[in-house]
Nanobody
Framework: QVQLVESGGGLVQAGGSLRLSCAAS????????MGWYRQAPGKQRELVAG???????NYADSVKGRFTISRNNAKNTVYLQMNSLKPEDTAVYYC??????????????WGSGTQVTVSA
């Protein structure tokens, strides 16, 4: 089994910053792509940022220039640095990963989410 645990969410004023972390643990042989998603009330879950195993990144247009995704492969952890936050960034943020377990099974676990609230 593989678990993802997010942390770092909270309440911040518009223009502020937060740094989210997501640590993977369990039967991990390797991790390929990792990503951050978010879901606001009444809306579908959307991709915020992704990072490949080689470090290539992609971002939603709405966060380009404000958010930065990074990873520490030694710690099986992915980060999301969020700057210049806006009220519309308010959502539950989830991480996801493409993991190969020690039994050579591909799994795609989700974390339970961390709430980010940006006040105007």
């Amino acid at each position: 089994q593989v678990q993802l645990v997010e942390s770092g969410g909270g309440l911040v004023q518009a223009g502020g910053s937060l740094r989210l972390s997501c640590a993977a643990s369990g039967s991990i042989f390797s991790i390929n792509a990792m990503g951050w998603y978010r879901q606001a009330p009444g809306k579908q879950r959307e991709l915020v940022a992704g990072i490949s195993g080689s470090g290539r990144t992609n971002y939603a247009d709405s966060v380009k220039g404000r958010f930065t995704i990074s990873r520490n492969n030694a710690k099986n952890t992915v980060y999301l640095q969020m700057n210049s936050l806006k009220p519309e960034d308010t959502a539950v943020y989830y991480c996801n990963a493409d993991v190969v377990t020690y039994s050579y099974t591909a799994v795609h676990p989700w974390g339970s989410g961390t709430q980010v609230t940006v006040s105007a």
